[in-house]
């Protein structure tokens, strides 16, 4: 069974930076697609992010293209997702998904693993 932690999370103003990791557990990391989801409140989850098994593949949703960046340290079993220029409708909670195989996905039905999430509020 594969577990998924996130951190990272906080307030920030707009324009500030965060980086979220999720640390993974699991000895088929390295071989395994990851991404990042955000929900707002009262929104569906979006996609933002996603990595092949060996961080040779990214793809980005629209709405955090050129400002966001997922990156994985398979040698520490860790997935980071770098936020920058942040604006309050980054507000959300922010999850880390795995998956069995290394083909990265952008839609939720493509993840077999889900962290709990951590919150994420750009004030204005």
């Known amino acids: 069974q594969v577990q998924l932690v996130e951190s990272g999370g906080g307030l920030v103003q707009a324009g500030g930076s965060l980086r979220l990791s999720c640390a993974a557990s699991g000895r088929t990391f390295g071989t395994s697609a990851m991404g990042w989801f955000r929900q707002a409140a009262g929104k569906e989850r979006e996609f933002i992010a996603t990595i092949s098994g060996s961080g040779a593949t990214t793809y980005y949703g629209d709405s955090v293209k050129g400002r966001f960046t997922i990156s994985r340290d398979n040698a520490k079993n860790t997935v980071y997702l770098q936020m920058d220029s942040l604006k309050p409708d980054d507000t959300a909670v922010y999850s880390c998904?795995?998956?069995?195989?290394?083909?990265?996905?952008?839609?939720?039905?493509?993840?077999?693993?889900w962290g709990q999430g951590t919150q994420v509020t750009i004030s204005s």
């Open positions: 998904a795995g998956q069995r195989g290394s083909t990265p996905f952008t839609t939720v039905a493509g993840y077999d693993y």
